[in-house]
């Protein structure tokens, strides 16, 4: 069964820093990984998408690696801002089933 | 470009009610249509998806059930709510793509069951 594990759980950092928030997944045999943000009380904002023969996507500031053969993924946020606040998750389909395991969450702070 | 649409944004019900949520996506045909819940500490469960008309997959047992009576509509109901059912509640779509389309959610509906 697939298990994906966000660490950390929770993260606050100033303004301005470049931060990474990191994803390991059990089962390598991954189809694609999928990075998500909730903000508080609303649904889920799909940030970036990487197929598993990928290495990496990039969406402004944001940008995902993905190491398969690892089972870990990373987003890295550059330039933190106040806005970037918010709850980043990330998910893991198995095959082309469109089936997503969650990862429990990154809750991070940007503070001003 | 696509949308979709849940409601109601927020719910109190007693237990025993019965519950019917909603959920509809425009801009787009034959999308596959999910239900999940996220309860606090719990992370994510998916509940039902469906890929066509009247096709309803369950992903756990519960006194949930899920029905698709026209392809962009999604409905989430219950005949007798319990207090477990309490959470909050996430509607998605994905496209048929053969690359494995991306997920998109609603803005959710928080359930209390008091």
């Known amino acids: 069964k697939q298990e994906v594990t966000q660490i950390p759980a929770a993260l606050s950092v100033p303004e301005g820093e470049n931060l990474v928030l990191n994803c390991s997944f059990t089962?390598?045999?991954?189809?694609?990984l999928q990075w998500f943000r909730q903000d508080p009380g609303k649904g889920l904002t799909s940030l970036l998408l990487?197929?598993?023969?990928?290495r990496e996507q990039t969406s402004g500031r944001l940008n995902a690696s993905l190491d398969k053969s690892s089972g870990r993924s990373t987003l890295y946020i550059a330039a933190s801002q106040p806005g970037d606040s918010a709850t980043y998750l990330c998910?893991?389909?198995?095959?082309?089933?469109?089936?997503?395991?969650f990862g429990g969450g990154t809750r991070l702070m940007v503070k001003p | 470009s696509q949308t979709i649409h849940q409601w109601p944004a927020t719910l109190v019900q007693p237990v025993g009610s019965p519950l019917s949520l909603e959920c509809t996506v425009e801009g787009t045909s034959n999308p596959n249509l999910y239900w999940y819940r996220q309860a606090a500490g719990r992370g994510l469960q998916l509940l039902f998806y469906?890929?066509?008309?009247?096709?309803i997959s369950s992903e756990v047992p519960q006194n949930l059930s899920a029905s698709r009576p026209q392809d962009r509509q999604f409905i989430l109901s219950s005949k007798k709510l319990l207090l477990s059912d309490s959470g909050f509640y996430l509607c998605a779509w994905s496209g048929r793509r053969g690359l494995g389309s991306p997920l998109h959610f609603g803005n959710g509906t928080r359930l209390t069951v008091t």
């Open positions: 990487i197929q598993s023969s990928q």
């Open positions: 998910a893991v389909r198995l095959d082309a089933g469109n089936m997503l395991t």
């Open positions: 469906s890929v066509g008309i009247g096709q």
């Open positions: 089962d390598s045999a991954i189809y694609n």
